[in-house]
């Protein structure tokens, strides 16, 4: 981990090689869809890069660790799908069809003088 925290290329890949696929296994076990576990990998990967100082070794195995991070990312990926297909369920029985929020629209009309 501290060849990672020296932005080490090679220590990374290593890491990379060694725990990718039980990244994504887990991930694939939270989520059951192929895509949405490759993105978990690389949003876990990515921040393992960002901010190796997340892991703390008195706290527990490195390999605990980024399982735990690993699920709770597929959980909140998850949870987020669930939402999006609740409410475009919703907007489709309230109007027939789901449509943008008109939180992005102008609240006030546009008049030409």
Request: with cysteine; net charge positive.
């Amino acid at each position: 981990m501290d060849a990672i925290g020296a932005q080490d290329v090679r220590a990374f890949e290593a890491l990379y090689d060694r725990y990718a696929r039980l990244v994504y296994s887990t991930a694939y076990g939270v989520l059951e869809d192929a895509q949405s576990a490759e993105d978990v990998v690389q949003e876990v990967l990515t921040r393992l890069w960002k901010a190796p100082q997340r892991y703390v070794p008195a706290r527990g195995k490195f390999f605990s660790w980024l399982l735990s991070v690993t699920r709770n990312l597929a959980i909140d990926q998850y949870r987020v799908r669930r939402r999006r297909t609740r409410n475009a369920r919703w907007c489709e029985r309230r109007w027939g069809r789901c449509r943008r929020s008109s939180a992005r629209r102008s609240r006030w009309p546009i008049t030409r003088a």
